[in-house]
């Protein structure tokens, strides 16, 4: 009965969350209670989501003051001397415009948010593709698998999801996978050089009349050829509705916004490199970390308080959002242990899978977690199938972490799913098709998911056989 229960309750847990009949909140706080109490927890099912919450608890304050930070980082300006010299080195080279971009979306995708990264490197980087007559395809390829890798960062979500449903911190899980996150980027980045290139020989190099580039304005220079093909033109229009100068900002890099503050950019930039080479070295907990980083950035660049609340008021929704989903996880996860479903689950399955595909089902979840994570979203995977695999390795001698650190290398394929906003904000910004995008993007994200269980695995991070 215990298995039916579990079985079901992911069932319709994923089907509301799939067909969008309730946020994750609702989903994640309803559906276990009901059929917690089917199972006969009873009075008790209080305790069980009580333990889970405070399970929990220190990943939810991760996130909370994480989100804070880089909010902070970006409204006081960290970043934007980055765009700019990114858009001055790029010149009139349409490779080096390509490698800029992933760059700049791996640097911004420190804050942990899809949609943000790519406000912002479409507000960029689309004016010098659309002058430069480069493919924004281009742009929203690059701008995904740089984004896409980089979502393994602890604070990015789904690896404080695959820490949450299993119990484990996030930094155990993230930690070790630094390699392969490093081998995953390098392989981002030698996409772009290969595309800058091909997009070099279709269009060759054009040079500007006049400086392109210039803080915070726009030029309605023209540019010419100097060889080349004829441009063909790229999937998006290349209309006036996004030629607009490539020093055009929005939102968050809004050059003349009253948060910058141009006189702390080395303060700041510092303690970000601190705050990540300690993080790295793993010598404090991580929600401590940030919780000390968010302070600091907070009373030096706020000194008032006033200018404090408003500060994280700014970054209110996200963070609403993001720790209510932490916490009604824990009503999911106490309640599948509380009432004995996991395990039951586990032995069903553990009489089911072949003896000689146990040893190797970490392996396994990371292949499967490409196609999981693309058909379905990552609360649906983490909190409603991991467990169950998870449970199932731990009868071969694989440990929670370990099939954790699999379960995150799919996340470069994740992001190019439908079922992920980001991404289809990144192709309406750039006025692209999702079919055109996925024609170029699906295979290369694929090659560097599997790139990164394939160090993991090399490294010994996770297990195989």
Aim: overall charge neutral; glycine content about 10%; proline content about 5%.
């Amino acid at each position: 009965m215990l298995v039916i229960l579990g079985f079901l309750m992911v069932a319709v847990f994923m089907y509301l969350i799939l067909t969008k009949r309730a946020t994750p909140v609702v989903a994640l706080t309803l559906v276990p209670v009901a059929f917690g109490l089917m199972a006969g927890a009873g009075l008790g099912i209080g305790d069980m989501i009580t333990d889970g919450i405070k399970s929990l608890a220190p990943t939810a304050a991760l996130l909370f003051f994480a989100i804070i930070f880089f909010g902070i980082m970006i409204d006081v300006g960290l970043f934007d001397p980055l765009v700019k010299g990114i858009l001055k080195l790029v010149r009139n080279d349409p490779m080096r415009l390509v490698v800029g971009t992933a760059v700049l979306a791996m640097v911004v995708s420190l804050d942990g948010d899809g949609s943000t990264t790519f406000i912002i490197v479409t507000s960029a980087m689309l004016p010098l593709y659309l002058k430069l007559g480069v493919s924004p395809v281009i742009l929203t390829v690059v701008a995904g698998l740089a984004n896409g890798t980089m979502n393994i960062i602890p604070w990015g979500g789904p690896t404080v999801r695959a820490a949450s449903a299993l119990g484990i911190s996030p930094s155990e899980v993230f930690v070790p996978m630094v390699p392969s996150l490093i081998a995953g980027l390098v392989i981002v980045l030698l996409f772009s050089v290969h595309l800058g290139l091909m997009e070099r020989k279709r269009i060759g190099k054009l040079v500007y009349e006049s400086e392109l580039v210039h803080a915070g304005g726009s030029t309605g220079t023209g540019s010419k050829k100097t060889g080349g093909s004829k441009n063909t033109g790229g999937s998006a229009g290349t209309g006036s509705d996004h030629d607009g100068g490539a020093g055009q900002f929005i939102d968050g890099l809004d050059p003349n916004r009253d948060t910058l503050r141009p006189k702390l950019l080395w303060f700041n930039a510092a303690l970000t490199v601190a705050l990540l080479v300690v993080l790295v070295m793993d010598i404090l907990p991580i929600p401590v970390l940030f919780m000390i980083a968010a302070s600091i950035a907070l009373a030096v660049n706020f000194p008032k308080v006033k200018e404090q609340g408003e500060a994280i008021a700014r970054h209110s929704s996200s963070i609403v959002s993001v720790v209510a989903m932490v916490l009604a996880a824990a009503i999911l996860t106490g309640v599948f242990q509380g009432t004995g479903m996991v395990e039951a689950m586990a032995e069903w399955l553990l009489n089911v899978i072949p003896a000689g595909m146990g040893p190797y089902l970490a392996v396994i979840t990371g292949v499967l977690s490409l196609p999981f994570t693309f058909f379905m979203t990552n609360d649906a995977f983490y909190f409603g199938i991991l467990p169950v695999l998870s449970e199932t390795a731990a009868q071969y001698g694989i440990e929670p972490v370990e099939m954790a650190r699999a379960s995150i290398t799919g996340q470069a394929f994740h992001l190019q799913s439908p079922l992920v906003p980001a991404i289809l904000l990144l192709v309406t910004l750039a006025g692209v098709s999702l079919a055109d995008h996925h024609r170029k993007v699906l295979w290369r994200a694929a090659v560097i998911s599997l790139t990164m269980l394939v160090v993991g695995v090399a490294l010994g991070q996770i297990p195989f056989g």
